[in-house]
Each structure stands twice: as structure tokens, then as C-alpha cells.
């Protein structure tokens, strides 16, 4: 009978010591929408919560009168709380085409951010069992107009030719703007046509910079300056799971400046240090001919001694590059892109051609309103 005795005891001892005793969230939410639901999302994670997705937990309550909430079993340690109102009740943040939440939104630390989402920012630290008072406020991200944002920039290359050690650059006027299907982030814009947050198909444009002036290197004398111009054309763009990325495009000389295109492909995956989120990438790009032989070949008309024609054809390069945004404070953001593209043994053969890489980039400082 002892024994028999002691078992509920035993049983609960054991219950208790497999339970994970969290912290607890009391939440006070001002701005709430009227309709839906309030979703709250803990996050651990400063990558899962770059672009608001994995969750470490999440739990979904009614709307109330009073505006306070409260999460239990929250992970003791560094986490940062987003709470969303599911006005339309389909269980999910609703995005634009570009993964901006169309939905109100709320940050812990009272953070709005204007670009890309700092894990360091928003988050708190939590002890065991500890109960912490959390004020959040909701806001739409994009507003009534979407966020616009200038600045600088500069955009240039590297000269890959024979004698010459010029670098193009050009310093040119920095616009930002995020909407529900635009995105345009200095010298190239893209337009959303249809599909969803993930996957989507658009039109896209780019400022492509020349590729060199003929008194850069006196084996270029006499071919003519390379002008910059407007590419355009469609794409595919597919954000997958774990801020892994697909971006294809197709682009055409709308100026008719070489009459050419190319056609991109590249995959990137996207990470965030501090205020820094940033994502390496690697791609492979097609050139038609008359793109190829613009920038890299000799035509007839232009053979000289020691600069015999040469026709590239078209042709395939690589490119590995890194993309990255810091965010300097709410407003303040600094934007760079640089890649390297390698140049096939079809361009490092011509006469013109010293490299067998290109540098390239893009840099830009911006305040987002």
C-alpha cells in the first residue's frame, strides 16, 4: 500500500521535471486592427527573422478590448517578438510581390524598420520564468503611398583591356521606393505582373554602365566610345525557403546603343550580422553577339597591325558577388552590391583583352522616409 502511495507523487514529480518552464510575455498592443486576429511570432533566429518567416513559436488570440495579451512558454534567452493582424483570417502575414507585409505589423524596442528587418534591434533578453511587460504599437509598413528613399550612389567596372587602367564610374542620383508590386533600388527597377510573395513573374529595367571611351588605352583608339544604356525585359523571381533565392531575367538594349541582350540567372542566400543583412550569390549570364562583340570584339572595319578582327560571338560568363544593407539607424540606410564577373576564354582571347574578370558594383548611402 506504501508503494501505491507514493506513485501519483513519483508520476508527478516526473511530469514536472519534463516540463520546460518559459518566460512570459504580458503584451499591451496600441493600433490594433478591428477585424481578424492578432498573430504573435517569437523569433530566435536573426536570419528566420530577416524576412518573417520560421518562427521559433507562434500562437494566434481574438482581439480585445483592454489590448493585453499575454504569450506563455517563451524561450528564455535573446528573442524578438512581431505581432500581425490577420484581418482577413487565412492564417498567414499577407506580402506584397516583393515580401513586404501588407497587413499591420508590430516590432518589439518600438522598431520600424524601412528596409530589411535587425534581429539586434528588436530583440530583448528573457531569464527563466522571468514575466516582462512588452508595449507594442501596430503600423502598416508602406502606408498610404509605399516608402520612397534618395540619396547617392555610385555604380562602376572594372577596365578588363589591354593598357588601360581606367576604371568607369559614375556617381548618379540614388531613388529608392517599395511598393506593392514596384521595387526600385537605384540604377535598376522591377515591376510585379503576377504571381505571389514567393514566386512572381515581371518586367524589369537596369542602367547598364559603358564599357570603356576609346582613349582609355590606345589599343581601344579608333573604336569608338562604349556608351551606357537602358536594358529591359521579363523574369522570374522565386524566394525560397530558408532566404535561399532564384532570380532570372532576360534583358534587351532598348536603345538600340549594341542591339543585343542578356539573359541572367542567379542564386543567392540571404543572412544578417548585426544591423548588416547581407546574402552571397552566384550566377551565370549569356550574352547575345552583338552584346559580346560591342564590348569585347574588333570589327573589320577597325583591324590595325597588332589588332587583327575579332568576333566573339555569343557567350556564357560566372559571377560570384555579395549584396548587403546596413542599417544605419531608422531612416539611414547604406546599400552595396559587388560582383565579380569572369570573362570565358571566347573574350580573353580578343586582341582588346587583357582580364579575364570584370569588377562590378554598385554603392549607395539613403535616407528612407
Same mark, same amino acid.
Given at each position: 500500500m506504501n508503494q501505491l502511495n507514493l506513485l501519483p507523487g513519483i508520476v508527478l514529480v516526473l511530469l514536472m521535471a519534463g516540463r520546460a518552464w518559459g518566460a512570459e510575455l504580458e503584451v499591451r498592443v496600441q493600433n490594433a486592427p478591428t477585424t481578424g486576429a492578432l498573430v504573435f511570432q517569437i523569433y530566435d533566429n536573426p536570419d528566420a527573422f530577416g524576412d518573417f518567416r520560421s518562427p521559433r513559436s507562434e500562437s494566434r488570440q481574438a482581439i480585445n478590448t483592454d489590448g493585453v495579451y499575454r504569450i506563455t512558454g517563451v524561450p528564455a534567452g535573446t528573442v524578438a517578438l512581431l505581432v500581425y493582424g490577420d484581418e482577413n483570417n487565412n492564417l498567414a502575414l499577407d506580402r506584397t510581390f516583393i515580401g513586404i507585409p501588407k497587413e499591420p505589423i508590430g516590432l518589439s524596442n518600438h522598431y520600424r524598420p524601412k528596409g530589411p528587418p535587425s534581429f539586434q534591434r528588436a530583440s530583448f533578453t528573457l531569464a527563466e520564468n522571468e514575466t516582462r511587460n512588452v508595449d507594442i504599437e501596430m503600423y502598416q509598413v508602406l502606408g498610404e503611398s509605399g516608402q520612397w528613399g534618395v540619396?547617392?550612389?555610385?555604380?562602376?567596372?572594372?577596365?578588363?583591356?589591354?593598357?588601360?587602367?581606367?576604371?568607369?564610374?559614375?556617381?548618379?542620383?540614388?531613388?529608392?521606393?517599395?511598393?506593392?508590386?514596384?521595387?526600385?533600388?537605384?540604377?535598376s527597377l522591377r515591376y510585379g505582373l503576377f504571381g505571389s510573395?514567393?514566386?512572381?513573374?515581371?518586367?524589369?529595367?537596369?542602367?547598364?554602365?559603358?564599357?570603356?571611351?576609346?582613349?582609355?588605352?590606345?589599343?581601344? +583608339?579608333?573604336?569608338?566610345?562604349?556608351?551606357?544604356?537602358?536594358?529591359?525585359?521579363?523574369?522570374? +523571381?522565386?524566394?525560397?525557403?530558408?532566404?535561399?533565392?532564384?532570380?532570372?531575367?532576360?534583358?534587351?538594349?532598348?536603345?538600340?546603343?549594341?542591339?543585343?541582350?542578356?539573359?541572367?540567372?542567379?542564386?543567392?542566400?540571404?543572412?544578417?550580422?548585426?544591423?548588416?543583412?547581407?546574402?552571397?550569390?552566384?550566377?551565370?549570364?549569356?550574352?547575345?553577339?552583338?552584346?559580346?562583340?560591342?564590348?569585347?570584339? +574588333?570589327?573589320?572595319?577597325?583591324?590595325?597591325?597588332?589588332?587583327p578582327a575579332y568576333d566573339v560571338g555569343s557567350t556564357v560568363t560566372a559571377e560570384v558577388g555579395v549584396g548587403g544593407i546596413l542599417e544605419i539607424n531608422e531612416h539611414w540606410r547604406l546599400v552595396l552590391d559587388v560582383n565579380t564577373e569572369y570573362l570565358g576564354n571566347d573574350i580573353a582571347d580578343s586582341p582588346i583583352v587583357d582580364d579575364d574578370y570584370v569588377l562590378k558594383g554598385f554603392a549607395a548611402i539613403t535616407y528612407t522616409f
Open positions: 540619396g547617392i550612389g555610385v555604380i562602376g567596372r572594372s577596365s578588363p583591356y589591354l593598357g588601360s587602367d581606367s576604371s568607369v564610374v559614375q556617381v548618379i542620383p540614388a531613388i529608392t521606393y517599395f511598393g506593392e508590386r514596384l521595387q526600385w533600388v537605384g540604377p510573395d514567393r514566386s512572381r513573374f515581371a518586367v524589369n529595367a537596369a542602367y547598364r554602365v559603358g564599357a570603356y571611351e576609346e582613349d582609355d588605352s590606345p589599343i581601344l +583608339v579608333g573604336l569608338g566610345d562604349r556608351d551606357s544604356t537602358l536594358m529591359a525585359g521579363v523574369g522570374v +523571381v522565386y524566394d525560397g525557403p530558408n532566404r535561399i533565392d532564384v532570380d532570372f531575367r532576360y534583358q534587351h538594349d532598348v536603345l538600340d546603343r549594341f542591339g543585343g541582350g542578356t539573359a541572367e540567372l542567379r542564386v543567392s542566400k540571404g543572412f544578417q550580422t548585426g544591423n548588416v543583412s547581407w546574402a552571397p550569390s552566384l550566377g551565370v549570364n549569356w550574352l547575345s553577339d552583338d552584346l559580346a562583340n560591342y564590348d569585347f570584339g +574588333v570589327p573589320r572595319w577597325a583591324a590595325l597591325p597588332g589588332r
